[in-house]
């Protein structure tokens, strides 16, 4: 080894590796640990050409400036400590570990049981002791420079009332395309091809929401099997990009990709995972947090410090109640935010950044912080709301300003489509923005984000062509995955040639799609459903970074070009009818000058639904009349029939003496453009698992 760098004190704060012209300034936080080493490595990452002790330690963060270093030099941490699992102690200098504030990695993590601080395979093998170097198995930190940090641009800032949002996986999204240049399939640059933006935005796509965009810790049982982990839901640390991601400089690439977004009016949201980490429990290998200071950054059992708790499902939690495990990560939100330039932040398994102890919290610290930051609590700020802990399903709980996925939502959708009985009385609630829910004063309908499919489960050609899942390809026995699908095949499971079934494949995906976004809230479509893309039955495609993970970018045939149109014809409707967008409930209040309600739940006899009907487990058919007048818009009326049979509707007062006029019929590949109005009493035969709209037409009916 060998290297002629000299170390100065320098300074604790800013946390990380700062170059300020003339060195680079390290500081990185343990409270526990005997003694850190900064390893310098050659420019490819192969050799340590340097090992430096950091001897300065200033409440508990160790510090050290280098003269002369220069950015993209690479670099790595070994700390000392003591290894005592039962006391919740992990340090072993002999591993490699990962700046948790870089903010640029150099290659990959290379699998290899060198990784784990303990040998692989004794007894009680975490208590004991691994002595061999991983470092050659490791990515290397790369020192950032200032040119690096580019100003953000001016933001969209779209209302979260005009919002769609558009749920992406960055390297499934461009990996197919033919249009994006093949170095640039995949990644960053990828997402700012303009045929890509011209996708999004001929859809009507206001937000992109970007899966993990972090680096991932590849499980060793995925890679033993040849897989890995596609979706990056195993985040090895939170201020770099994966540079699987990068085609090229990731920051800047980045930074030139949130740029053509937001000159399309597109934001871009960040999913982050900041509930767990790739490291596992105590079998797990050691990266980063684990070897910096176990016991701090991780939340462990306390009658048995050995044991991680696991309210992620993933093996650990982090320990957001530790002051610098949330000073990290509301660091992480502020360079994303502020650096970076993002729009908002949808927050992985949110419940378990808020526990106290084994109980949920809303007013916990980090939630209390980011509303108290000037550039945080004016972004979109979305939660998953639960975990996998005790209690650990909150939906409806999260604060103000925030935006929760509505899984109630999905599956109410869901099964009143697959024709499921006594759907009504919740489904009223969840075309109406979940009053149930969100109901309290600082909240509202846009509290809702509305979703029938996401990254998790199937795609909505796969809900419509599978009773089951079929998940064999990612190695655990179709043991991994919901069974709680509330899907329907339409009678062939998988693929199908018949017409029938095709037909009816495409009307329930019409159905499902015109229900999402004729819905009070905040719509979100997974990325792919408009061209229907299918998984092959695969509901956990986590590990699937292949063909079943990525988008087809092949000519769509007529049918699913058809489907293509017909959502952005969806699209079109909800924005221009400000009623599909409110920001307050329902009422049921009337207005003076129409003398309608706001909202008039309708039975197919045209009138108004009573306590029975809601109640009846056999309504599969019913309607509602959405007022425009309350807000100087068209008024419209939306009858939906989710039976087996045809059914008749009587239609009813328009109001003003207005008519009907027929906007969209799910049961027509094309939308409704000629037809005839139609006169209040007149009948209206809806034919099974369909749904028309009709908006109020002031003309004379032909």
Known sequence: ?????????????????????????????????????????????????????????????????????????????????????????????????????????????????????????????????????????????????????????????????????????????????????????????????????????????????????????????????????????????????????????????????????????????????????????????????????????????????????????????????????????MDALRYFACEMGVDGFRFDLAVALARDGNRFEPACDLFQSIAADPALSRLKLIAEPWDAGEDGYQLGRFPAGWGEWNDRFRDCVRRFWRSDAGQAAELGFRLTGSSDLFGRPDRGPLASINFITAHDGFTLQDLVSYDRKHNLANGEDDADGTDRNFSWNCGVEGPSEDPAIRVLRLRQKRNLMATLLLSQGVPMITAGDERGRTQRGNNNAYCQDNEIGWIDWAPLPSDDRAFFDFVRTLVGLRQSHPTLRRERFFEGTVEPVSELKDILWLSPRGEEMTECDWNSPYVRALGFIVNGDVAAADTLLVLMNAGVKTEIFTLPEAAHGSNWQVVLDTAQPEPAIGKAPLEANASLALCAHSLVVLSRFAGTPG
């Open 1 to 329: 080894m060998t290297g002629s760098y000299a170390l100065r004190a320098g300074w604790p704060h800013p946390l990380g590796a700062t170059w300020d012209g003339r060195g680079v300034n390290f500081a990185i936080f343990s409270q526990h640990a005997e003694r850190i080493d900064l390893c310098l490595f050659d420019r490819v990452g192969q050799r340590e050409t340097q090992r430096l002790a950091l001897g300065e330690r200033s409440d508990d963060i160790w510090h050290g400036y280098v003269p002369d270093l220069l950015p993209g030099q690479l670099y790595g941490y070994r700390v000392h400590g003591p290894y005592d699992p039962g006391n919740g102690h992990r340090f072993n200098p002999n591993k490699l570990l990962i700046d948790p504030y870089a903010k640029a990695l150099h290659g990959h993590i290379l699998p290899d049981e060198a990784h784990f601080g303990y040998r692989v395979g004794d007894a009680c093998s975490d208590l004991s002791f691994d002595v061999r170097d991983n470092a050659a198995y490791m990515p290397k930190c790369r020192v950032v420079g200032r040119d690096a940090q580019i100003t953000p641009d001016r933001a969209p800032a779209t209302p979260w009332s005009r919002t769609l949002v558009y749920e992406l996986h960055v390297r499934g999204m461009t990996i197919r395309h033919p249009e994006v240049a093949s170095a640039l399939r995949g990644t960053f640059a990828g997402l700012a091809t303009p045929a890509l933006i011209q996708h999004l935005t001929s859809l009507g796509v206001t937000a992109v929401e970007l899966m993990p965009v972090h680096p991932v810790v590849d499980e060793l049982r995925l890679t033993a099997r040849g897989l890995r982990n596609y979706w990056g839901y195993n985040p090895l640390t939170f201020l770099a990009l994966e540079p699987r991601y990068c085609a090229g400089e990731g920051i800047g690439e980045f930074k030139a990709m949130l740029h053509a977004m937001h000159d399309a009016g597109i934001e871009v949201i960040l999913d982050v995972v900041f509930n767990h980490s790739g490291e596992s429990d105590e079998l797990g290998p050691t990266h980063c947090f684990r070897g910096i200071d176990n016991i701090a950054y991780y939340r462990l059992d306390p009658s048995n410090k050995r044991y991680y708790l696991n309210a992620s499902g993933c093996g650990n939690t982090l320990n957001l109640a530790h002051p610098r495990v949330l000073q990290m990560v």
